[in-house]
């Protein structure tokens, strides 16, 4: 399959910027700002048409990397390529594509809709901006792009405070969709709704993914979505990608410690009594990482070389990648 995104050593590093008495100080000897070094190395590669999971624990940096991809933040270093061209070498007239190729969808659709317009420029606005459709037609593609999604037509004038948080999410998915996208970053896309209405919002993206052939990256804490929708995951701690397989094969054996406690800690139908060790400890502050492996200070199997050696992404298995010094232990 021919590679839609590719992502090369990737990095992210958040610092405040210092006002005029910081950087005085820093002069004088202070310590500068901390920095976030939000993702660290991370290579991934979506092949056109595939649904891939982000999966991993809150602060572990999934939304940046998915914000990087979708254009929101720019990287800190490593390189990016959409189709087979890289970031650094596209013309003005390439970026143009990729930032209308490339839609995200956030986790909490109120706060991502214009709440002073209507449905109808919600949807519409983009397409005619950029040159899509001319005005005269924004309404027949608004009406089109609402049928698609599951909404009343009727409802077009209407406010987003109008409407459920369902219905909200539905109008989110349509505005991206109106700029004819090849490539969707769902942000927590369910999370913000209730149960029976997470199954109805997935179920549109598997449709629309069969209809238009698009391309999916899935950050989600819930494995069971991730399970449902993807056809391969990838799992993130601290920064950094510690596992990357199939779906099948993640949720089958997985390879990695804290791939394994993920899948212990999610519930699961069948399991019926069986007994389990929580992790221990607190996701690491990433102001302070602990050196060599992210992980060492919460894995049960953790070995001396853990806390000095970072260890690197390589195969263990036919298109299965995984970061652990186990792996070094048993070949």
Same mark, same amino acid.
């Given at each position: ?18 006002? #005029? ?5 820093? +002069?004088? @000897?202070? !310590?500068?700002?901390? $920095? *976030?070094?939000?993702?660290?190395? %991370? ?119 109008? #409407? ?5 999410? +539905?109008? @989110?998915? !349509?505005?991206?969709? $109106? *700029?004819?996208?090849?490539?969707? %970053? ?130 263990? !298995? ?14």
């Amino acid at each position: 399959m021919t590679a839609h995104v590719t992502l090369e050593n990737v990095e992210k590093v958040f610092q405040k910027k210092p006002d #005029f008495a910081e950087r005085l100080a820093i +002069r004088l @000897g202070a !310590a500068p700002p901390p $920095a *976030v070094r939000a993702v660290d190395d %991370v290579t991934l590669e979506i092949a056109q048409g595939e649904a891939v999971g982000l999966v991993g624990e809150s602060g572990c940096g999934k939304s940046t990397l998915g914000r990087i991809v979708a254009g929101i933040y720019g990287k800190t270093g490593g390189t990016f390529a959409f189709e087979g061209k890289e970031e650094a070498h596209w013309s003005a007239e390439d970026a143009r594509r990729a930032r209308l190729d490339i839609q995200m969808i956030f986790q909490d659709p109120m706060s991502s809709l214009n709440p002073r317009k209507r449905v109808l420029d919600i949807i519409g606005e983009a397409p005619v901006v950029h040159g899509l459709i001319p005005r005269r037609e924004q309404p027949a593609r608004v009406e089109a792009l609402m049928r698609e999604v599951g909404l009343d037509p009727a409802y077009a004038r209407r406010f987003p405070h109008q #409407f459920s948080g369902g219905q909200r999410q +539905r109008i @989110g998915i !349509a505005r991206a969709l $109106a *700029v004819e996208p090849k490539f969707l %970053v769902c942000d927590e896309s369910v999370a913000a709704l209730d149960v029976s209405i997470q199954a109805q919002v997935l179920n549109l993206f598997m449709d629309l993914r069969e209809k238009r052939g698009l391309t999916y990256l899935f950050i989600s804490h819930d494995l069971g979505v991730i399970e449902h929708l993807t056809d391969r995951v990838a799992i993130m701690y601290l920064g950094r990608l510690v596992e990357v397989g199939t779906t099948a094969e993640i949720f089958r054996d997985a390879n990695h410690p804290y791939t394994q406690a993920l899948l212990e800690e999610a519930p699961r139908i069948g399991r019926g009594r069986r007994a389990y060790t929580p992790l221990k400890g607190e996701i690491p502050s990433p102001l302070n990482p602990p050196p060599g492996c992210h992980f060492h200070t919460r894995c049960p199997h953790a070995m001396t070389i853990c806390k000095t050696e970072r260890p690197r992404l390589k195969a263990v !298995a036919p298109g299965r990648l995984s970061a652990c010094h186990l792996n070094d232990t048993t070949d």
